[in-house]
């Protein structure tokens, strides 16, 4: 079981659509991060939030947008995506940010019609 | 930016066979993790290294730090079918970000 819970597990959707992937942690990690990841190949960085504040973003277009409501939630809000943006989506949380163990969710698989 | 070299990129054994992964980098590292991702699954922390020369071992796994912290590898011995997945290691960037570069990740299939 993991103590990072993403939903949705699946989600399609088409390119004017405007949806968002949610993602929970109670294990009061202050670091949390969403990562892309396409098949065959390693998780890619999107967004470092730091004590629910946005300290990296990857040069991720704009049509990805991060929000950290509180310390336990995260969410990634899509709108008028591409075809190439489907991928596993995952969130991760980690007690701080500096060298420390991620914990990953399971991931939302995003098709973009 | 900081890279780091991971071979080989597949790795198919017979159930009972030694694995090993390797990790290579141009430059000295701070740490270096060890992750696996189960198919159709999520990546899943195994270890952490730190310290020059370091070797620390989970049952059957043994995951070694070069002296020089420019290299890790992860042995795993007598291979399980439960030993299926893609193990990745993966360096943290400097700053302190969080930031996590992972390898290109070693795909290992067990044949029973």
């Known amino acids: 079981d993991t103590e990072v819970t993403q939903t949705p597990k699946h989600l399609v959707m088409g390119m004017t659509n405007k949806k968002s992937l949610k993602c929970e942690q109670h294990m009061g990690h202050r670091a949390m991060y969403w990562y892309k990841q396409k098949a065959k190949k390693p998780p890619e960085l999107m967004f470092v939030?730091?004590?629910?504040?946005?300290?990296i973003n990857e040069s991720v277009p704009s049509r990805f947008s991060p929000e950290c409501p509180n310390s336990s939630l995260l969410n990634l809000h899509l709108h008028a995506l591409q075809p190439e943006d489907s991928a596993l989506y995952l969130c991760?949380?980690?007690?701080?940010?500096?060298?420390?163990?991620?914990?990953f969710g399971d991931g939302t698989r995003l098709s973009i019609l | 930016g900081q890279q780091v070299m991971q071979i080989p990129q597949y790795q198919h054994v017979q159930e009972g066979e030694d694995f090993t992964t390797y990790c290579n980098s141009s430059?000295?590292?701070?740490?270096i993790q060890w992750y696996k991702q189960r198919p159709g699954g999520h990546p899943v922390f195994l270890i952490q290294?730190?310290?020059?020369?370091e070797v620390k071992k989970q049952k059957r796994l043994t995951f070694q730090f070069g002296e020089a912290k420019k290299n890790s590898s992860l042995h795993i011995t007598a291979t399980q079918t439960t030993d299926v997945g893609t193990y990745f290691c993966a360096v943290s960037a400097s700053g302190n970000t969080g930031k996590l570069i992972f390898g290109q990740g070693t795909t290992l299939q067990v044949k029973p």
């Open positions: 939030y730091s004590y629910e504040k946005l300290s």
């Open positions: 430059t000295t590292l701070s740490n």
């Open positions: 290294l730190v310290k020059s020369g």
């Open positions: 991760a949380s980690s007690q701080a940010t500096g060298v420390q163990p991620q914990h």
